[in-house]
């Protein structure tokens, strides 16, 4: 889900950007009003550098295999760190290994990072029920999950759709937007589902990796 | 788990010596400019200045196209689909597939600028050492938490692979299949993912006593740590108007 260089028109790369600077400055005040920084950003740094490495974890789909994209789960775990972790890692994947661009890296910190921020949201939502709860932890991971995938497969099909050069047709393009979409669904169960079970695990072993509300 | 990056920063050549901010600035400008073409006409001198530039910074070809395998899917699936699916004006059928002229302009118009802003890319990423190219960003007023953070997830990066790499090869031996679909393999991986967040998570509270202890958040200056010449700044200027002169040829031609 990681629109590559080249393939969007600059106007859409430069607006890419201007709507990442605001959200980024947005996470980095609150990351500065919730205490000193320092303290987290070492966590922030680590968690950031152990969510580059889980998403290279294969789950088996036969007849292949999915990576996963784990946004959700990083605005599960790491909260407003969750925007500025998504923009490091998509400069990363860009640069390693060549997967995503740099003029298209604010493009694609919207379709990551601003979902990240709602599941972070969604999974601090859950906590005014009960927060010492297995089952709270799992269902609102799922959702947190479920919605950022959903949300982040809608921003990537509409901006690539929409300004692929040349243009297609009506029914092409309404074709290939439902059928990216639909492709998509059952990564949103294993997101939703995998997210459920880490957050389960986490709130077991170290529920301090968890956001508070 | 190797990632290759500081492979080529001993070549030497002129762009290995361009100062990092002044190479940050003037490459950006040049791949922004180059994301901003739309003409057919302008993608000739896209190819050669992108050329020259592969060329100045000595670095193999090889390394090139190793770095091209992952992005080669994205290319293929271009140019298989595109001119078949977008635009209207048909050029050629074949069997039930339509050819058509916008599609294959579309494909000849991504290809050129993916190949051309990723060998950019290439160029200003691997002629500096990479934690020399983020203190750049940092020299150039990027927000020190975003810095802060890139340096340190690149210094953990590899070992917190390295220690995925161990559990995969652990978990194999113990017997655990990874081939089929199972609840039970899939809440295994879950826990997999979770373990390498607790892990990462404890270490980090090490590194962050170790990191102030050594002084970590007192005002650090980068004063003295980049120093241009007057080269330095005529190949930003350079750069600047070529990249200018494609934005330019773009709305002129």
Redesign the interface.
């Known amino acids: 889900m990681h629109i ?7 106007s859409v ?1 430069a607006a890419g950007y201007a709507a990442t600077v605001p959200i ?1 400055w947005y996470s ?1 005040h609150k ?1 500065r009003k919730g205490g000193d ?3 987290n ?14 998403s ?7 007849p292949t ?1 999915v990576h996963l994209v ?1 946004n959700g ?1 990083l605005g599960v ?1 790491l909260g407003h ?1 969750a925007f ?2 998504i ?3 998509l ?2 994947q ?6 995503g ?3 298209t890296l604010g493009v694609n910190a919207i379709v990551m990072g601003f979902p990240a921020l709602l599941s972070y949201y969604i999974f601090r939502f859950g906590n005014i029920f009960r927060k010492d709860s297995n089952i709270i932890a799992g269902v609102f991971g799922f959702l947190a999950a479920f919605c950022a995938i959903g949300l982040s497969v809608s921003i990537f099909v509409v901006v690539l759709i929409t300004n ?6 009506v029914s ?1 393009e309404r074709a ?1 937007i439902y059928t990216l979409a639909l492709a998509h669904v059952p990564l949103m169960f294993i997101e939703g ?2 997210t459920a ?2 957050a389960v ?2 709130r077991r ?2 529920p ?2 968890l956001v508070r509300a | 788990m190797r990632f290759g990056f500081d492979e080529y920063i001993h070549l030497g050549s002129p762009l290995h010596r361009w100062d990092p901010r002044y190479k940050l600035i003037g490459l950006l400008a040049l791949i922004f400019a180059f994301s901003f073409v739309s003409d057919l006409r302008m993608l000739p001198a896209m190819v050669v200045v992108t050329s020259a530039a592969y060329i100045i910074s000595k670095l193999p070809v090889s390394f090139m196209l190793t770095r091209l395998r992952y992005p080669s899917f994205f290319l293929l699936a271009v140019v298989l689909l595109l001119p078949f699916l977008s635009g209207e004006t048909i050029v050629m059928s074949i069997g039930p597939l339509d050819l058509r002229q916008e599609g294959l302009v579309a494909v000849l118009l991504i290809a050129t600028r993916f190949l051309s802003i990723l060998t950019i890319g290439l160029v200003l990423f691997s002629t500096a050492p990479f934690l020399t190219t983020i203190k750049a960003m940092r020299a150039l007023h990027l927000p020190a938490i975003l810095t802060d953070m890139a340096l340190l997830t690149f210094r953990y990066l590899q070992e917190i692979g390295d220690y995925l790499h161990r559990m995969e090869t652990s978990m194999r031996l113990r017997g655990f299949g990874e081939r089929r679909f199972s609840i039970q393999g899939f809440r295994i991986l879950a826990w997999l993912g979770g373990s390498i967040l607790v892990r990462s998570y404890e270490r980090s509270e090490w590194v962050y006593k170790a990191m102030i202890l050594r002084g970590y958040g007192q005002a650090e200056s980068l004063k003295g740590e980049f120093q241009a010449s007057y080269t330095d700044v005529f190949a930003l200027g350079a750069t600047l108007l070529i990249a200018a002169g494609f934005v330019a040829g773009d709305i002129l031609i």
Not at chain 1, 56 to 62: K, M, R, S, Y
Not at chain 1, 164 to 169: E, K, N, S, T, Y
């Open positions: 590559p260089d080249g393939i969007l028109p600059a790369c980024a980095i990351i920084p320092r303290e950003i070492p966590k922030a740094s680590l968690l950031t550098a152990a969510f580059f490495v889980a290279w974890i294969h789950i088996p789909v036969p295999s784990l789960l775990v760190f500025p972790a923009l490091i890692g400069f990363f860009a640069v390693m290994f060549q997967h661009g740099l003029t692929i050069p040349g243009g297609f047709d092409t290939a589902a995998f079970f880490v695990f986490l072993v170290q301090k990796l």
